[in-house]
């Protein structure tokens, strides 16, 4: 391979100071204009975000006055770009604007900050306030209903379930139209030998009026606190509560619950039946408006607990039933007669309960007279059965009413002194000449 050659070309010789301006390159005429244009413009400022200076560039090095336009850029540097004025201005309004919209995010989450600390505070203050008060209203509210006198509270409760029982009652007897309860097979009364006419269910209308007695009885000054409403009160509640769901379970045709909730509600009425016993009516008028009603009340469903057992099962299918209806009949009349009697006997005699039986049994026999199934030996024994009721009911107040009169006269009684019939004494006594047959006439000063 052949040797590079080590001769280099040889170099322009520089050209001496001391030449004459004359042997340079001549310049031409746009050269020398741009030059001094050059020459003519200011020297641009260094702005405060520039890191480096920015330099102008140089005219190259003349001979003569010329070459004193501008300085000489060294060889091989690269050009640098002169900024005009509406630029750097451009870039210090670029500037503000970056440094105000930094202000303006500063300032915002400073207005957040503060917000969310105010946000904060009324939160804690609000939740503070809301405590105070939600704990000063359950204060309030709680002294108010320790304030409640327990009576009034039972005598307000008593008043609104009557109204809406009795309301709710007629509704589904059908007095406000929709379903009739009197379409209810249960009620049929040619179902057995032991139900009634539809006619006996007329006596709701005697009960709703004197259950309503009762409320304006129990609202009298005189009764607030007595023994007898504070028992009976929620009992009542309890019993037309009951009522109201047996009438709306045998509507729905639901026998079976029906037979279930008549059981209890029987029940329910007797446990009112001994608080009645235990504390006894203070005047007739008490009698009347608190007794009769509940009275007839107890007598109608114990009445209706056999009507409507009767008709469950017939309705349900039982053999021995149907097969001997008469045998049945009498069985369940006697236990009406049993448990009617000694509910009966109580207390002073239980007129009420017995009147609301035998309101029951005469529609049996009506209806074994001229209804369908026509049963002779069926209202005999009714007839039988009202007789005893009737007669347990009438003894029992008579034996007690001359139980009364009798203790009444001992007690009017015991301060006499006692009669001593072999005195003859004439200070206390003396003859009337005029009877012949030698009576003893009392003439004598009363005794002290």
Not at 10 to 31: D, F, L, M
Not at 58 to 87: D, K, L, V
Not at 90 to 98: F, G, Y
Not at 288 to 304: A, I, N, Q, S, Y
Request: hydrophobic share 45%; net charge neutral.
């Amino acid at each position: 391979m052949p040797t590079p050659s080590n001769h280099r070309l040889p170099q322009a010789p520089p050209v001496p100071p001391g030449e004459n301006t004359e042997a340079s390159p001549p310049r031409t005429e746009t050269s020398s204009v741009l030059e001094r244009l050059k020459a003519a413009q200011p020297k641009a400022p260094v702005s405060a975000g520039d890191e480096k200076p920015r330099t102008t560039t140089a005219a190259p090095p003349t001979a003569g006055p010329a070459a004193t336009a501008g300085p000489t850029a060294p060889a091989g540097a690269a050009p640098s770009t002169t900024r005009t004025p509406n630029q750097t201005q451009d870039d210090q309004a670029q500037a503000r604007e970056k440094a105000r919209a930094a202000e303006l995010r500063a300032a915002r989450a400073e207005k957040l900050k503060a917000a969310s600390a105010a946000a904060s505070a009324w939160a804690a203050k609000s939740g503070r306030q809301t405590a105070a008060w939600t704990a000063t209203t359950s204060r309030s509210a709680a002294a108010n209903v320790r304030s409640w006198r327990a009576d009034q509270v039972r005598r307000n409760l008593v008043t609104l379930t009557v109204i809406g029982a009795l309301v709710g009652t007629a509704s589904v007897a059908g007095f406000f139209g929709g379903t009739e309860i009197w379409t209810s097979e249960l009620l049929r009364p040619d179902l057995t030998l032991v139900s009634p006419s539809l006619n006996s269910l007329y006596i709701w209308a005697l009960i709703g009026l004197g259950l309503i007695a009762y409320t304006v009885h129990q609202w009298l000054p005189g009764q607030a606190d007595s023994p007898r409403h504070r028992r009976l009160g929620w009992v009542v509640i309890a019993a037309l509560l009951l009522n109201l769901a047996l009438a709306l379970t045998i509507q729905a045709e639901l026998y079976a619950p029906s037979l279930m909730v008549h059981g209890v509600l029987l029940v329910l009425l007797l446990v009112s039946l001994r608080w009645l016993n235990r504390w006894s009516a203070a005047t007739r008028l008490e009698g009347t408006l608190v007794d009769v009603p509940l009275g007839l009340f107890l007598g109608w469903t114990g009445f209706t607990a056999l009507s409507h057992t009767a008709a469950f099962l017939s309705l349900e299918g039982f053999s021995w039933l149907t097969e001997n209806e008469f045998a049945w009949a009498l069985a369940g009349l006697g236990v009406v007669v049993v448990m009617g009697s000694a509910v009966c006997s109580m207390d002073r005699g239980r007129i009420a309960v017995a009147l609301a039986l035998v309101w029951g049994l005469g529609w049996i026999i009506v209806e074994r007279l001229i209804g369908e199934p026509q049963s002779l030996p069926t209202a005999a024994a009714t007839a039988l059965a009202v007789f005893l009721v009737l007669i347990t009911a009438g003894s029992r107040r008579h034996r007690v009413d001359h139980s009364y009169r009798r203790a009444l006269r001992r007690h009017q009684t015991a301060n006499l002194p006692p009669i001593d019939l072999a005195d003859d004494d004439d200070d206390e006594y003396e003859y009337d000449d005029d009877h012949h047959d030698g009576e003893e006439v009392h003439g004598g000063p009363a005794r002290a």
